[in-house]
């Protein structure tokens, strides 16, 4: 087992979930259970991913999280998109945290592909 809050990767998700509330707290009202709502969960969901799979007992399990915390990534990239589309963030807001959702989603990636091909070892 493994303590998550000592990962970079979920250092790094854990400041971008905390962007993202901040970021949607001028989001209409009307979009208080839609948008900023979804924007919100699946930004945490890839935190949450990446605790649960770092509680896990074998590399498999925990990059298969991992995975799950990418498709996460990718949902709120997409989802800062249609925000932005929407002006609901301006353009600076929405460059700071599309960066950091891909900074993110490249650390995931490397840590998926590395626990695929180490044998032991959590950096991340």
Request: positive net charge.
């Amino acid at each position: 087992m493994r303590d998550f809050r000592e990962l970079k990767v979920w250092q790094k998700a854990h400041e971008l979930t905390l962007s993202v509330y901040k970021g949607t707290a001028c989001f209409p009202r009307v979009e208080l259970y839609g948008l900023t709502a979804q924007l919100r969960r699946a930004s945490v969901s890839i935190s949450a991913n990446i605790s649960e799979g770092a509680g896990k007992n074998s590399r498999p399990d925990f990059a298969r999280y991992l995975q799950i915390a990418l498709g996460s990534a990718s949902e709120v990239e997409y989802e800062l998109l249609l925000a932005r589309d929407l002006r609901y963030l301006d353009q600076k807001g929405y460059d700071e945290l599309a960066t950091s959702v891909v900074e993110v989603k490249r650390m995931l990636t490397g840590f998926i592909q590395y626990l695929s091909v180490s044998r032991t070892g959590t950096a991340g």
